[in-house]
């Protein structure tokens, strides 16, 4: 299902493809044929109305598809379908009202109804309706008597209710089966984002960890060589001039090298991974 705007008055429109509704009007189009068929049999006026009938379910058929290619330009679409209904109003109303009389025609009205719900804006859906309204009152009541008329209109509306009904539930529920898909989709997106930020977030933790650690390393380690190999050269001065402070300046140095190992250790212990 796609939805354009239109340019001219704002209104939004759906282009649609086989829907429930939809596949129920090729019930409705078959049991007129069937019926009309057996109903004008050997008379003068089956071939016109098998004539209007195909017709009638050859657009019927072609209307998806078509909206489906001048989808692109809102123009061509209203056009054509300016074009459309009043074709389909007028072969209605000409197999409604052929002679003998036959009420059975005019259920062709329910499947245009759940069309132009589809094809137009609310307010204009309406009009269409009441106007097939119209002139299902005139021809049943025109074709039949006064109560037997209304009777059959209170039924008609009754179905069309029905179908519209069950149409705009079925239109309901793909809309929602397609939002879910959209909002699995939106959140394996986020999650894979979120992951994304994961190993970005792990990989800064480990520079500022190896930064520490070199920060460290500088700061304690390496002074702490350094300083030894400033009391190794004062060692070695002392063994020439006082020989004997040597032992206390060897003695210096290994606690100065146990402290420096004990740092290593320390530092090389927070590298392992845990």
């Not at 354009?4 to 086989?18: K, P």
């Not at 019926?35 to 072609?62: K, N």
């Not at 074009?83 to 329910?110: E, K, R």
Request: aromatic share 10%.
């Amino acid at each position: 299902m796609k939805r354009i705007e239109d340019g001219a008055r704002g209104d939004t429109t759906l282009v649609h493809g086989y829907q429930g509704g939809y596949l129920i009007g090729f019930v409705i189009i078959g049991t007129v044929v069937l019926r009309d068929t057996l109903f004008y049999q050997g008379q003068a006026q089956l071939v016109t109305a098998l004539l209007l009938l195909a017709t009638y379910g050859l657009l019927y058929i072609l209307e998806p598809w078509l909206s489906g290619r001048l989808s692109w330009s809102t123009g061509l679409l209203r056009l054509y379908r300016f074009l459309y209904f009043p074709v389909q109003t007028f072969i209605v109303t000409g197999l409604a009202n052929l002679q003998p009389f036959t009420d059975v025609s005019n259920l062709l009205y329910v499947p245009l109804c759940i069309q132009v719900l589809r094809a137009f804006s609310r307010e204009v859906a309406i009009l269409w309706m009441m106007l097939y309204l119209a002139l299902l009152t005139v021809t049943l009541i025109l074709g039949m008597d006064l109560f037997a008329g209304l009777a059959l209109i209170l039924l008609y509306l009754a179905v069309c209710g029905f179908l519209i009904s069950y149409d705009f539930l079925y239109s309901r529920t793909q809309a929602d089966q397609a939002e879910s898909q959209r909002l699995l989709a939106d959140l394996q997106s986020a999650h894979q984002k979120l992951q994304e930020y994961a190993a970005q977030a792990e990989e800064l933790a480990a520079t500022r960890e190896r930064n520490r650690l070199a920060r460290e390393l500088h700061d304690s380690v390496s002074q702490a060589i350094f300083s030894i190999t400033l009391s190794s050269q004062s060692a070695r001065l002392l063994l020439d001039r006082e020989p004997a402070r040597v032992p206390e300046q060897i003695d210096r140095l290994q606690v100065m090298t146990g402290d420096a190992l004990a740092q290593l250790r320390s530092l090389i212990a927070q590298l392992r991974p845990k």
